[in-house]
C-alpha cells in the first residue's frame, strides 16, 4: 500500500501512457470501512502539449505541462541478438521479436510563460512507468524499453540500453530540430541539451555523449538569422552547429552588420538566432564565437568601416555594448580596443584611440601640425551627442590635443620623414623650446635626428653641430675655425633665453665644448678600416707585431677619439682645445686610454689610442712659434731655455705623464744639439747670443753620449763654426780652449773657442768637439828688458810677519816655523822687473794667444811690470804672491798688509782676533794708494773678482775697515 500511495504521488506516472485519461485512487477507511476516493490524476493533450493535473479529495494539488516527442527507432541487428538470451522477466519475447523501438523524450514546460524547463537534480528514467533509476543531469524525461532488474531498481549494463542512451544523445538535437517550428520554443533548447564530460567512466554517460557527438555533425538544429545573399529555401533557416556563428558582441543585432560578422570566418558560417536562450552553450558543441576579439579582427583587416556613418554606428555599438557587460568582461574588452583601431580621423586612417584626438587644434601654430583628428561626422554622431561616449573614449587613451601632443605627433613626424627644412626648422625649434618643460629623455632621443640650421645656411644633426660664440659655449670656436658647424644664432626670439637656449641645444646634443669620445666594446680592424682608420690599425700592425699575418683577426677593444680632433691643424683653435684637454678633460681622456687594447692573433696589448695616433703624425699640437706640429716633432716646455725659437716647443707646461702619452721630446739627443748649434751659428743677425751657446753647451755637457754619438760630434765638427772669445765665429778645428781661468775670459781671441766659466762644463764640451785644451804650462811669457829689483823684495820682507801671523792662524801651526818657512820661499825666488808682459801661445806660425799681463812667475822667477807701486801691477802681484806662498785663500788679508803700515796693521790684527807677536820694527817703504777712483778703474782692468775699497777713518778708539 505504501509502494501505490508513492507511486501515485506523482502526477507523471502516466505522462508516456497514451491511452490512459485519467486514472483514480481510491483507499480504505480502516474505521469506517468505506472505501473513499483520495486522488486522481488526470491528462489533456492540447496544442501539441500534455497537460497532467493531481487533485487530492478533489482539491487540485499540482498541475504541470509537458512537451513530448516520440521516435521510432530502427534495431540494428548486433543490438536485437545481444538480447535475444535474456530472461523473459528481463526481456520479454515480443521486445526480442521488435525491429523498431520507441524512444520519448518529454520536457517540462512552464505554464504561465509556456518556455521550457530543464528539470534538475537527478531525473528517474521512465520504462512507460518510473523506474528507482534516477539519471545525474538529464534536464528531460527520457522513456523507452530499458532493460531493468525485476524490482524496477536500475537499469541493467546490457548492450541493448547502451544503445538506448546513444539515441537519447542523438535524438535530442532532432526533437531541438524540429522544435523550430513550434514558436513558443525554437529559442528555448539549449538548456535541455544533455552531454557528458568526454573522460566519463558510466557506459551510460559516454554512450550518450556518442550520440551527441553524431548528431552534432549530422543534424540541422540552430535557427539562424536571414541571409539577404541566400535564398529563403535554405531549410528554414536551420545549421548545425558547426555552420553557425554565436554573436557574443551582439553587433549582428544591427541587419546592416550582419555580413560584417560573416567576414570574420573564411567559411560560409551564419549567425545563430541571438534569440536562442543561453545562446553561448552552442559554442560547446561546435559553434563558432564571434567575440570581441574577432571583432577587433574584423576592424583591423577591413575597410567595412571606414564611412563616417559606418563607423559612428560601431563606436555607439561598442559604448553600449560594453555599459551593459559586467565589470570583468567590460575590462576585457576595453583591453582589446586599446590596441584595436576602430576610429576614423580626418584622412579616412582607422586608428587606435590613444593615437587620436577628438577636436581640432585651438591654437594658432607656427607651422602646419598633421595631426591624427577624430573625422568631423563621426565626432558629430558620437562624441557630440553623448557625453558618455566622449567620457569612454577618454578613457581609452584619446585625448583632446595638447602641446606634447603636437610635438609627439607632428615634430616627431618630421624628424622621421626628415621633413626639416630650412624654412620651418627654426619656428619648429622654437615651439619645442617653448615646450621644454614637458620633454623627457625619451623625447631627447628622438630629437637627436632632428636637424639643426647653421650660420651658414646648412641642415645638420644636433651631434654634428656647435654652438656658435652668440650662445656663449664652454669653447667658443666660431673665430678659430671656418668649418660650417656652428648654430644660427636667430633661433631665441629674445637675447634673455640665449642661456636657456644654449642647455636646450646642449641637451639636443649640439657640442659646447670639447667630449672624449669612448666606443666600448669590440671593434674589427675591418670595421675600422671602413670608417677609415685603416691607417692607424696598419700602425698598430707594424709597431706591436712586426711580422704578423694580416689577414689575421684583429681590433680594438675601447676605442677612443676626442672631438674636432680634426681641425687642430688651426694653431688658435689648437691651442683652446688643448688647455681644456689638459687641464679640465686630462683624467678622463687618461682613464680612458688606459683601457684601449689591441686584439690579435697572438693576443692583446695596451695600445695608444687613435687619438694619441693621429697627434703624433699630423700638425696638430700648438708650439711657442705659433704653428702646430705633429707630438712627436714637439719638445717640453722645459728645454725651452736651450731650444729657445730654434725648434719647436711646447706652448703648454705639461707634466712628465702628458708628455709621455702623446710623445713629446722631453730630452734633446745629440742630433738635436747639432741641429740647434747649426741654426745658431747660420743666423745671420749680426751679433751672436752667447747666453744661448751657453745653455747649450751646458745641456751637452750634461749628456753621456754613446761611441756612436761622440763621432757624431766630430764628424759634425769638422765643417761647423762655433763662437770664439773675439765675438766672432772660427772653424771649429781652428779653436782652442784656454784653460787658465784668470785669464780665459779677457783672452779675446778669434782662435780661443768660448765657453762658460764653469770649467768642468768648458772641458766637457772642448772634449766632445775634440778642441785643443791650452793650460798654463802650455803658455810662454815673452817680458822685455827684465832686471834684478831689490825694492820689490824689501817690501814684501817687511810685510813677512804680518803674512806669516795670517797662515800660522789659518793652519793652526807655530808662528816662528812658518815664518822661517816663508822667509826661506822669498830668499829663493828671483825677482825680475819688465817695462812689459806678455803670455803668447803659438801654434806654429800662427800666434793663437797673446795676453799682457803685470805679474807673472815661472818656476822660482817672479816677473812684474815695474814700479811695482803701480796698481794694477800691486793686484797682479798680491796673486802671484799668494800662489807663491800657498795663500790663496788670504787675498783680502795680503791686500790689507800691502795698504797699511806696521801701527795700522798692529790695530788692525788684534780687532781681528789673531795673536800678534813682539815684532822687530823694520823701516820699509810703504805702498800709496791712489785715489779711490783712479784705483779702482785700474783694478778693473786686470781682474773682475776683487775690488779693493778703503774706508779710512782716524781717530782713537776708532776701528779701521778695509774691505776687498
Not at 379 to 407: F, G, M, Q, S
Not at 437 to 454: P, Q
Request: hydrophobic share 40%; charged share 25%; with cysteine.
Amino acid at each position: 500500500m505504501t509502494s501505490s500511495v508513492k507511486l501515485f504521488a506523482d502526477e507523471q506516472i502516466i505522462l508516456f501512457l497514451r491511452n490512459l485519461q485519467t486514472v483514480n485512487f481510491f483507499v480504505q477507511n480502516l474505521q469506517t470501512g468505506e472505501v473513499e476516493h483520495d486522488r486522481s490524476i488526470h491528462r489533456t493533450d492540447k496544442d501539441n502539449l500534455i497537460g497532467l493535473q493531481l487533485a487530492q479529495k478533489g482539491e487540485i494539488k499540482k498541475q504541470t505541462q509537458w512537451l513530448v516527442r516520440h521516435f521510432q527507432v530502427e534495431i540494428p541487428e548486433d543490438v536485437r541478438q545481444s538480447i535475444q538470451e535474456e530472461d523473459k522477466r528481463i526481456c520479454p519475447d515480443k521486445l526480442k521479436q521488435a525491429t523498431f523501438i520507441e524512444i520519448g523524450l518529454a520536457a517540462k514546460v512552464k505554464l504561465d510563460k509556456g518556455v521550457l524547463i530543464p528539470l534538475k537534480y537527478r531525473v528517474p528514467i521512465y520504462n512507460y512507468l518510473p523506474t528507482e533509476h534516477n539519471h545525474d543531469k538529464f534536464s528531460y524525461l527520457v522513456n523507452s524499453n530499458f532493460l531493468i532488474d525485476p524490482a524496477r531498481k536500475d537499469l541493467l549494463q546490457k548492450r541493448w540500453n547502451y544503445f538506448l542512451f546513444e539515441q537519447i544523445g542523438y535524438l535530442q538535437f532532432e526533437w531541438f530540430r524540429e522544435m523550430h517550428t513550434d514558436e513558443r520554443f525554437r529559442f528555448d533548447f539549449t538548456d535541455l541539451i544533455v552531454r557528458y564530460a568526454s573522460n566519463t567512466n558510466d557506459p551510460f554517460n559516454a554512450s550518450i555523449n556518442r550520440g551527441v557527438d553524431k548528431a552534432i555533425q549530422e543534424v540541422a538544429f540552430v535557427p539562424v538569422l536571414p541571409n539577404e545573399e541566400k535564398s529563403q529555401s535554405d531549410d528554414a533557416w536551420l545549421r548545425r552547429t558547426t555552420e553557425t556563428i554565436v554573436d557574443k558582441t551582439h553587433l549582428s543585432d544591427y541587419e546592416e552588420e550582419r555580413q560584417t560578422v560573416r567576414m570574420a570566418f573564411e567559411k560560409p558560417f551564419e549567425i545563430a538566432d541571438p534569440a536562442i536562450k543561453n545562446i553561448g552553450r552552442l559554442i560547446s558543441f561546435g559553434a563558432n564565437a564571434f567575440d570581441h576579439h574577432k571583432l577587433a579582427n574584423v576592424i583591423r583587416t577591413t575597410g567595412h568601416f571606414r564611412q563616417p556613418e559606418t563607423n559612428a554606428r560601431l563606436v555607439n555599438f561598442l559604448h553600449d555594448r560594453i555599459a551593459a557587460l559586467a565589470d570583468h568582461d567590460c575590462a576585457e574588452w576595453n583591453n582589446e580596443l586599446l590596441h584595436t583601431p576602430f576610429l576614423l580621423t580626418m584622412d579616412t586612417s582607422m586608428l587606435e584611440p590613444r593615437e587620436v584626438y577628438l577636436e581640432g587644434l585651438t591654437e594658432q601654430l607656427p607651422f602646419t601640425a598633421d595631426l591624427p583628428i577624430l573625422h568631423p561626422e563621426v565626432n558629430r554622431l558620437t562624441v557630440k551627442e553623448r557625453k558618455e561616449v566622449e567620457n569612454w573614449l577618454i578613457k581609452l587613451k584619446a585625448a583632446y590635443p595638447k602641446p606634447l601632443d603636437i610635438i609627439r605627433k607632428t615634430v616627431f613626424g618630421f624628424v622621421q620623414k626628415d621633413e626639416i627644412t630650412i624654412e620651418n626648422t627654426i619656428p619648429v625649434l622654437r615651439y619645442v623650446f617653448s615646450q621644454r618643460a614637458l620633454l623627457d629623455e625619451s623625447d631627447y632621443k628622438v630629437f637627436a635626428g632632428l636637424k639643426i640650421r647653421t650660420q651658414k645656411n646648412s641642415l645638420l644633426l644636433p651631434r654634428h653641430c656647435h654652438l656658435a660664440d652668440y650662445y656663449e659655449p664652454g669653447l667658443p670656436l666660431e673665430q678659430v675655425l671656418e668649418e660650417d658647424i656652428f648654430v644660427h644664432e636667430h633661433y631665441p626670439e629674445d637675447e634673455n633665453t640665449v642661456p636657456d637656449w644654449n642647455r636646450f641645444f646642449v641637451h639636443l646634443g649640439v657640442k659646447q665644448e670639447m667630449e672624449i669620445l669612448e666606443y666600448e666594446g669590440y671593434h674589427k680592424a675591418g670595421d675600422l678600416r671602413k670608417k677609415g682608420f685603416g691607417d692607424y690599425i696598419d700602425y698598430l700592425l707594424d709597431e706591436e707585431l712586426p711580422p704578423i699575418n694580416r689577414n689575421a683577426n684583429h681590433g680594438i677593444h675601447h676605442f677612443v677619439s676626442v672631438d674636432f680632433y680634426k681641425y687642430l691643424t688651426n694653431p688658435t683653435f689648437a691651442r683652446s682645445f688643448w688647455q681644456i684637454l689638459l687641464e679640465q678633460k686630462w683624467q678622463n681622456f687618461r682613464t680612458a686610454a688606459r683601457k684601449c687594447q689591441f686584439y690579435h692573433s697572438a693576443g692583446k696589448v695596451p695600445a695608444p689610442t687613435y687619438f694619441q695616433y693621429f697627434v703624433s703624425r699630423h700638425p696638430s699640437f700648438p708650439a711657442t712659434d705659433g704653428l702646430c706640429y705633429p707630438t712627436e716633432e714637439i719638445y717640453s716646455k722645459s728645454l725651452e731655455p736651450i731650444i729657445k725659437n730654434l725648434l719647436p716647443v711646447s706652448y703648454f707646461e705639461m707634466t712628465l705623464d702628458q708628455e709621455e702619452i702623446f710623445g713629446l721630446r722631453s730630452d734633446l739627443a745629440a742630433e738635436d744639439c747639432l741641429e740647434l748649434l747649426e741654426k745658431l751659428t747660420a743666423e745671420d743677425s749680426g751679433s751672436i747670443d752667447i747666453t744661448h751657446f751657453e745653455s747649450i753647451y751646458k745641456y751637452i755637457a750634461s749628456l753621456r753620449f754613446s761611441e756612436t754619438e761622440q763621432l757624431m760630434f766630430r764628424k759634425w765638427a769638422e765643417t761647423h763654426t762655433l763662437p770664439s772669445t773675439d765675438g766672432g765665429l772660427r772653424p771649429i778645428p781652428q779653436l782652442y780652449y784656454l784653460d787658465i781661468p784668470q785669464h780665459a775670459r779677457k783672452s779675446n781671441t778669434a782662435y780661443t773657442i768660448w765657453l762658460p766659466s764653469d770649467a768642468t762644463v768648458a772641458l766637457e764640451v772642448a772634449g766632445v768637439f775634440g778642441i785643443s785644451v791650452i793650460i798654463e804650462t802650455d803658455l810662454v811669457l815673452e817680458e822685455g828688458h827684465c832686471s834684478p829689483d831689490c825694492a820689490l823684495r824689501e817690501f814684501i820682507t817687511s810685510k813677512l810677519s804680518w803674512l806669516a801671523i795670517i797662515k800660522a792662524f789659518r793652519a793652526q801651526r807655530a808662528w816662528q816655523e812658518v815664518r822661517q818657512e816663508m822667509q826661506e820661499q822669498i830668499d829663493s825666488i828671483k825677482m825680475l822687473k819688465s817695462n812689459e808682459l806678455k803670455l803668447v801661445y803659438w801654434s806654429g806660425d800662427e800666434l793663437v794667444y797673446e795676453k799682457k799681463v803685470w805679474s807673472w812667475t815661472i818656476d822660482e822667477t817672479l816677473y812684474y811690470v815695474e814700479p811695482h807701486e803701480d796698481n794694477l801691477t800691486r793686484v797682479a802681484l798680491i796673486e802671484s804672491l799668494a800662489r807663491i806662498l800657498s795663500m790663496e785663500d788670504s787675498l783680502k788679508e795680503i791686500n790689507i798688509m800691502f795698504s797699511l803700515d806696521n801701527d795700522q796693521l798692529q790695530i788692525w790684527a788684534e780687532n781681528e782676533g789673531f795673536e800678534v807677536p813682539k815684532v822687530k820694527k823694520r823701516s820699509a817703504s810703504i805702498l800709496r794708494s791712489p785715489p779711490q777712483g783712479q784705483f779702482l778703474k785700474e783694478a778693473q782692468n786686470i781682474r773682475t773678482t776683487y775690488i779693493l775699497t778703503i774706508q779710512h777713518s782716524v781717530g782713537k778708539g776708532k776701528n779701521t775697515y778695509f774691505n776687498i
